[in-house]
């Protein structure tokens, strides 16, 4: 039954191939279409967006690349899966008929949106610019002959009402413009910024010229075959309106500039609140059902505890964390010794389930002598987690001019030094050697009942003085 | 000395949180292990600290730094001068050094995280009872960077405040390694009181001097 279904959709591609030469899909419609330029693309295009908008019927977009005034003719075709060409020549001819061509172009102009900045652009050959020029005389050639013939433009109203269009058509022009430029730059201007996208100058003189041409053309018209007077009175009276109507607005204008920035807020508040949501999800609440499965081990639950708790405090307040502002002067390059040395207590914390309590003061690059410190340092807090006996290990670090110590301190069993079997070399390979190797010294403090404590110290190389000062 | 196990009157203890739940949890502990501590109220907002501490008149607050309308800080900046013989301890989750810092430089005697155990808490409640200053490791090493001196850093105005002694330093870096007062005693060959003097007067240092780290630290929230 399925099959059967399929194979009828699979039918219907291949007619509406054959028909309009688009699909490619479909392997009849293919052939014959193939050689027909950017159409097939565009087709193809024009059905998966009406798919996208699964919801109601498929929406009309202008194109925003590979335009010639305003992108609707593209645009309606890409809707109705025909070629452009043929779109321009309809609203060519139908321009004939009392200027029809160009008031539908202008209505689509301002009811269809623009495509969005997702949408891949479409190319368009030159010839078919060339073509798309050549349309676009014969339209504004139509509709002047038109007129003419039909009298509708009586006298000279033709030349001034082609000033209002071409202004009309600068201003839209300029519309379109910002509204792309917002989209490069993640709309966040405000209502001058709709209209003249950045305040950028050509926009606002071009913005300017527009509303001139159209003032004029307006102008020209009402006021043909008055005398002067009259025209200064009209003026006068004119200007005094629209003074009148900007003061009685001045109300609405203003609630529309707070709406547009109260709502801009909102809208990063939200995002912020995602943001948050989000890593909550991931990370504390993951944890809380882990805990909620482990609830009879204890020992489990602490771990999972901890290595939250160090992930939630590195996040809201780490270096680059939630907490700080987005430009830290913390070197990239290798990490940090304070990173370093919290990297290696936390590995600790997760594996053996002990909780490490560590301090740095002072703050140096991790150049290889010190890398190989955090690692005996590693060692060492290993050795306290698996011997010791005991739940928390203290670790310090501190970068002087001249040297980086470290202490590793635990409050457990302690041990004999002397008595340590030969086959145990934990302490002598990992820690004495390691330290040993790369020019440091390692001193070991204890006796049974009195903890632990390993002390560490490496010299620094005089260059690396400039690191310090992040904390 | 806090050590001595002479019978005394229990410390009263004042609990500001705005998490009801860990005001209830820290006043069971409180109250189950030790007869030395005694809870005489708690406050979830600053508001009620400032009318429940002027009421109660308790010798220590347990003083949680974040809470909505200012957090410990403001609690601080409107009590200490009314109630100067109260004596403020901060208990937080947080360990910024800005937050440290800060309520440390409002007036607070003490700064211990809330991981802190019972009993150790227990042992910071008198300590700072009996007048002197608790700094956790995490503290110490806090102040041991602020106090650095770095090749950047601003020349010192005031040698008496803006420098701790090699003494001083010392006793800080053994605080930072986990050390208690008595090893600290030990180390050094000092008595228990000698160290006790040595962190209050570094705590005083802390919240008087005006040092770039710390008043930086300060005026990022608003404190200065």
């Not at chain 1, 052939?31 to 798919?51: C, D, H, M, N, Q």
């Not at chain 1, 891949?120 to 050959?125: A, D, I, N, V």
């Not at chain 1, 890398?371 to 340092?377: E, H």
């Not at chain 2, 013989?85 to 809330?114: M, N, P």
Request: charged letters at 25%; one cysteine or more.
């Amino acid at each position: 039954m399925d099959d059967v279904q399929e194979q009828q959709t699979g039918q219907d591609t291949a007619a509406t191939g054959a028909t309009v030469p688009a699909v490619p899909a479909a392997p009849g419609g293919e052939v014959s279409s193939a050689p027909t330029g950017s159409a097939p693309a565009s087709a193809a295009k024009a059905a998966s967006r009406a798919v996208a908008d699964a919801e109601g019927p498929p929406k009309m977009y202008r194109r925003r690349s590979g335009r010639v005034v305003a992108g609707v003719a593209g645009g309606l075709a890409d809707h109705l899966g025909v070629r452009v060409v043929w779109v321009r020549a309809a609203f060519a001819v139908l321009a004939a008929f009392g200027g029809m061509g160009l008031v539908a172009y202008g209505l689509l102009w301002v009811f269809a949106p623009q495509q969005s900045r997702d949408e891949p652009g479409t190319t368009e050959s030159p010839r078919e610019r060339q073509q798309a020029f050549g349309l676009l005389a014969l339209g504004i050639g139509l509709t002047v002959v038109g007129g003419a013939i039909t009298g509708l433009f009586q006298g000279w109203v033709g030349l001034p009402l082609a000033v209002v269009m071409v202004g009309i058509a600068v201003v839209w022009r300029e519309a379109d413009e910002s509204q792309r430029r917002r989209w490069r730059q993640g709309a966040r201007s405000g209502v001058a910024g709709a209209v003249l996208g950045d305040r950028r100058w050509s926009a606002f003189v071009r913005v300017l010229a527009g509303v001139a041409l159209v003032t004029t053309g307006i102008g020209v018209i009402v006021l043909r075959g008055s005398n002067f007077d009259q025209m200064q009175f009209a003026l006068i009276s004119v200007l005094a309106t629209l003074v009148g109507v900007a003061v009685l607005t001045v109300p609405f204008w203003l609630r529309m500039v707070r709406d547009l920035g109260e709502e801009r807020r909102a809208r990063i508040r939200t995002e912020e609140r995602a943001e948050i949501a989000a890593h909550l999800h991931d990370s504390v609440l993951q944890t809380l059902a882990l805990i909620q499965k482990q609830a009879e081990s204890p020992r489990e639950v602490a771990r999972l505890a901890r290595g939250q708790e160090r992930e939630l405090r590195g996040w809201l307040y780490g270096p680059s964390g939630y907490g700080q502002p987005a430009t830290s002067d913390l070197q990239e390059s290798r990490g940090s010794l304070a990173q370093g040395i919290a990297a290696a207590c936390g590995e600790v914390e997760d594996t053996f389930a002990i909780s490490v309590q560590h301090v740095v003061v002072g703050e140096a690059e991790l150049d290889e002598p010190l890398a190989a410190l955090v690692q005996a340092a590693r060692e060492a807090i290993v050795n306290a987690a698996k011997h010791a006996g005991v739940e928390e290990v203290s670790v310090y670090a501190e970068v002087e001019p001249t040297a980086v110590t470290v202490f590793v301190r635990d409050r457990g069993k302690g041990f004999d030094p002397e008595a340590v079997p030969g086959d145990r070399h934990g302490l002598a390979d990992s820690i004495r050697g390691r330290m040993e190797r790369n020019g440091g010294t390692c001193r070991l403090r204890t006796s049974p009942g009195e903890g632990t404590e390993v002390q560490l110290e490496m010299p620094r190389k005089v260059n690396v003085k400039t690191a310090q000062g992040a904390t | 000395m806090t050590d001595s196990q002479q019978p005394r009157e229990p410390v009263s203890v004042f609990l500001v949180d705005d998490h009801a739940l860990f005001r209830a949890g820290v006043r069971a502990e409180l109250e189950s292990i030790t007869e030395e501590v005694r809870v005489v109220g708690e406050a979830g907002s600053v508001a009620e600290a400032v009318a429940g501490i002027g009421r109660a008149r308790p010798q220590v607050v347990l003083l949680d730094v974040h809470m909505p309308d200012g957090g410990g800080a403001e609690v601080l900046r409107r009590l200490r001068p009314e109630l100067p013989d109260v004596v403020f301890l901060a208990l937080s989750v947080s360990d910024a050094a800005e937050d440290v810092i800060a309520v440390i430089r409002a007036g607070a005697r003490g700064y211990v995280t809330k991981t802190i155990s019972s009993k150790e808490l227990v042992r910071a409640i008198v300590r700072v009872a009996d007048g002197d200053a608790v700094f956790s490791p995490r503290l110490a090493g806090f102040v041991l960077d602020a106090f650095a001196d770095r090749p950047g850093s601003e020349p010192i105005s005031d040698p008496e405040l803006d420098l701790l002694t090699p003494r001083e330093r010392d006793v800080l870096r053994l605080l930072a390694r986990g050390y208690a007062y008595k090893e600290i005693a030990s180390e050094l060959f000092i008595s228990v009181k000698t160290v006790e003097t040595h962190v209050s007067s570094v705590l005083r240092k802390t919240q008087l001097s005006n040092r770039y780290e710390l008043s930086r630290w300060a005026s990022d929230r608003r404190l200065v």
